[in-house]
């Protein structure tokens, strides 16, 4: 670990203990965004962990800059995602953005003074960013003409711009998709009702809508027929992040259910003694050195041609061993785990958030499957029983040869 790297995550640490945990059940009951926290994450070198150190980034590699999304989330998994999500479209705009784009916003949204976040998702699609409905029309000036709307925009009225992905035709597939970053303040933008998400209320999510919304084309982050291999990056990018604060979490649950247990008195002895609290916990504390490890390495990996899987696997792996973390925790301390004070149950909500938000873990299973289709086919065939009355097929004859 470099000196910096470790000075970065020792900065997340104490923000995670000083800012974030003394004050998330307030910013929850307040339903705000705190943005003097992110005032503060910013000061403190965490809203521009990718970017170029000439635009005032740290000029992190992503798999060193991801992991302090792990010592994020010891204070709040929600919080941790948001500042990711912030990252990520910061990095697109510092690396892909225009001149005049990096002059205007680069060093603001390094700063943490202007925050960014991420438009891809549609009311009606889901996971299927091909069913996209949302156009761009290219004018004769080069402005571009934006209507249509997004769903699950996080930081829905909070953030100052909007990395969105459009299409710029009637056409089917992704070939005219691209990402445009609109400001929050261009005349024509909207927002749904909030989102009523109780685990992470301080945290606004809604549909977003444009009305002829337009845009310089100054701020044309990825050109027409490179927004959605974009946007998959973006999201891979996102999965491993998300894993990376399942990690803190999950450490945060174990380390509430061992500070309890060590003195909770039952049965003549303290609770860490009996084996079968033991165990629990040792289960817990192996799924988070695994998922430690395998979120590291899907970091590794983001760019490279095996990238999306190792995010998958991550995706798929992590939030369901938190979501079980949480779970085991909570049970640990019985009835006393369910009381807010003890934190666990806001943790318990936070991990199935986290298995559903940049791809449900099914959607991952998706793509594992697919990964495995391909090597199954390059493998050499093996024998199957034929049953009674079905006729062998030609591949099933040179199988059995």
């Known amino acids: ?80 995602f948001a500042l990711s999500m912030h990252n990520i479209c910061t990095f697109a705009g510092c690396s892909y953005g225009t001149d005049a784009f990096k002059q205007h916003w680069a060093r603001d949204l390094t700063s943490g003074h202007k925050l960014a976040n991420f438009a891809l ?6 996971s299927d960013p091909m069913q996209m409905y949302t156009r761009a029309t290219i004018n004769d000036d080069g402005t571009w003409t934006i209507s249509g709307s997004k769903a699950w925009v996080s ?14 035709s009637d056409a089917p597939g992704h070939k005219d998709m691209a990402m445009i970053a609109i400001p929050a303040d261009v005349p024509g933008i909207s927002f749904g009702p909030l989102y009523d998400t109780p685990s992470y209320n301080f945290l606004p999510m809604s549909e977003m809508y444009f009305d002829k919304v337009v845009v310089s084309e100054d701020n044309i982050i990825l050109p027409i027929g490179q927004g959605l291999q974009g946007s998959l990056m973006a999201i891979d990018i996102a999965r491993v992040s998300i894993a990376s604060g399942c990690c803190g979490l999950m450490q945060s649950a174990l380390d509430t ?26 289960e817990v504390a192996t799924d988070l050195e695994a998922s430690r490890l395998l979120y590291r390495k899907a970091a590794e990996t ?22 079980n973390a949480a779970n085991t925790c909570t049970q640990v301390l019985g009835g006393m785990g369910l009381l807010q004070p003890y934190g666990l149950d806001r943790l318990s909500r936070l991990a199935q958030m986290l298995r ?34 079905e006729e062998r097929e030609k591949g099933d004859e040179i199988a059995a040869q």
């Open 302 to 323: 983001l760019g490279a041609p095996e990238g999306p899987l190792m995010a998958a696997h991550a995706k798929r792996f992590v939030p369901d061993a938190a979501v």
């Open 1 to 80: 670990m470099t000196d910096k790297l470790a000075a970065i995550l020792n900065a997340a640490r104490d923000h995670a203990e000083q800012v974030i945990l003394p004050n998330v059940d307030a910013w929850n009951a307040a339903k705000m965004w705190p943005r003097d926290a992110s005032d503060k994450a910013g000061a403190a070198g965490l809203t521009g962990l990718y970017a170029p150190e000439e635009f005032g980034g740290q000029g992190l590699p992503l798999s060193e800059g991801i992991q302090v999304y792990e010592q994020l989330g010891l204070g709040d998994g929600a919080y941790a």
């Open 155 to 168: 930081l829905a009225t909070e953030a100052d711009i909007y990395f969105t992905v459009v299409k710029t």
């Open 257 to 282: 259910a061992l500070s309890y247990s060590k003195n909770r008195k039952m049965f003549g002895g303290k609770n860490l003694d009996l084996d079968g609290i033991q165990w629990m916990l040792g």
């Open 356 to 389: 559903i938000v940049d791809g449900t873990t099914e959607i991952s299973r998706v793509v594992i499957g697919r990964a495995l289709q391909k090597r199954a086919a390059a493998l050499p065939d093996l024998p199957v029983p034929i049953g009674f009355g």
């Open 121 to 126: 998702t549609e009311p009606q699609s889901g």
